[in-house]
């Protein structure tokens, strides 16, 4: 069964369901916030998660991500957590400090 850590979140793990989805939804369904400015649509880059292992378990970028890698905005090791998709296997990442809610408390 797949598997979604958040580093900086004490290392919580999220077992992902059969039908899979969005990781922003899998993460949301577990009842952890996470940010999403405009609403999960692939506007903005609110709710990227850095990549930290399980690239090659992820669905390929997607056209909005391609965008915003190609102005800068998100890096090889940043996806959309309302884009991406884990496929199999561990997804190990970590909330961007600029994109924390101060009504959370992290890890390092």
């Not at 989805?21 to 692939?42: F, L, R, T």
């Not at 399980?54 to 890096?75: A, H, M, S, V, W």
């Amino acid at each position: 069964m797949p598997q979604i850590v958040i580093e900086n979140l004490f290392n919580l793990t999220i077992d992902v369901p059969r039908d899979g989805g969005k990781v922003i939804e899998i993460i949301h369904q577990n009842g952890i916030d996470w940010m999403h400015a405009c609403g999960k649509k692939g506007r903005c880059t609110t709710c990227k998660i850095i990549i930290k292992e399980g690239i090659e378990n992820l669905t390929e970028p997607t056209d909005r991500e391609i965008l915003f890698r190609t102005q800068g905005r998100l890096k090889p090791n940043e996806r959309l957590a309302c884009q991406v998709q884990i496929i199999e296997g561990k997804l190990v990442g970590r909330v961007a400090d600029v994109n924390k809610f101060p009504h959370i408390k992290y890890s390092e």
